[in-house]
């Protein structure tokens, strides 16, 4: 059974800022809820509707939303929500 607030992380196949944002959060021990919206247009309805446009990669956690980023965006957003960078246990370093 899945933790009811597992992050989603929306990507597209074949997208080089998907693999990379899969890879960081992967390097970090993050555990997400893949969805690929090339295969699922449920899954590409969902992220349009929670992020207004339909690039990805697109990071979902209750609240906290960021679309069509590069990990150093994503990084950038987090670090305006301290709460969620602890949830997901992502370190604060700068690369």
């Not at 960021?66 to 950038?76: G, I, K, P, R, T």
Request: aromatic share 12%; with cysteine.
């Amino acid at each position: 059974m899945s933790p009811i607030n597992k992050p989603i992380l929306y990507v597209k196949t074949g997208c080089p800022w998907c693999r990379e944002a899969l890879s960081f959060f992967n390097t970090q021990g993050v555990d997400l809820d893949i969805r690929d919206v090339s295969d699922n247009s449920k899954d590409m309805d969902a992220m349009v509707s929670i992020s207004g446009q339909t690039k990805a990669p697109t990071f979902e956690y209750e609240d906290f939303i960021v679309a069509d980023f590069s990990v150093d965006e994503f990084l950038a957003e987090l670090n305006e929500f301290p709460e969620v960078r602890h949830y997901l246990g992502i370190c604060d370093s700068e690369n």
